[in-house]
């Protein structure tokens, strides 16, 4: 998996029929997310921020003492719950991918059970350095990525990143920033390098 299709699947997060796209479609405790198989090894993806409680949580910015370290309360709500009910569909070698929320979620889960690969798209600060080195230490090989703009992997500036991301030249300009952060201007960004010379 390369990360232009694991911002493909984040997009697809998104979308109406996830059950459709998806093996698995979970949505447990307020957190949304979907598992896909390669081969023998399991995708899953977490879905951003798509709803008012979504978006409550993303203003949910108080420290949080977890056993990983100190996180932000409002990503980690629910996730205990969520991975409870996911587990049991993974098998194989864990790939996670996110988009915002999601890949802020995909950060947490990587402190609490083994991951080899983490795609981020958008990733807002997770925690402090307790969190960042218990990831780290995980050794699950990181690809984050911020496009253009993008001013959510600057927040909440409270935290810190995972890994420092990646910055991506935008395939389109904007003068509002948000719009860098859309998952399908990731997919766009990724396509055009894909596709460039060189």
């Given amino acids: 998996m390369n990360a232009l299709q694991a911002a493909q699947l984040c997009a697809s997060s998104y979308d109406v029929n996830t059950s459709d796209l998806f093996t698995h479609w979970f949505n447990i405790a307020g957190v949304a997310g979907g598992v896909n198989y390669i081969g023998s090894d399991t995708v899953l993806v977490m879905r951003g921020s798509d709803d008012i409680e979504d978006w409550l949580r993303d203003l949910s910015v108080w420290p949080e003492q977890t056993p990983d370290g100190i996180v932000d309360a409002g990503f980690n709500e ?115 390098q894909k596709t460039s010379p060189g």
Avoid: W
């Fill in 78 to 192: 629910g996730l205990d719950e969520f991975l409870n009910a996911v587990t049991p569909a993974m098998k194989g070698k864990l790939i996670l991918a996110g988009h915002s929320l999601g890949a802020a979620r995909c950060c947490l889960i990587a402190a609490k059970i083994h991951a080899d690969r983490m795609f981020l798209f958008g990733c807002p600060n997770v925690g402090f350095s307790d969190l960042r080195d218990r990831v780290k230490k995980s050794q699950v090989i990181i690809e984050n990525y911020r496009n253009g703009f993008d001013p959510v992997p600057l927040v909440p500036p409270l935290y810190e990143q995972i890994v420092e991301p990646v910055q991506l030249k935008p395939a389109h300009t904007f003068d509002d920033p948000i719009q860098y952060h859309m998952i399908d201007e990731y997919v766009a960004t990724l396509n055009l």
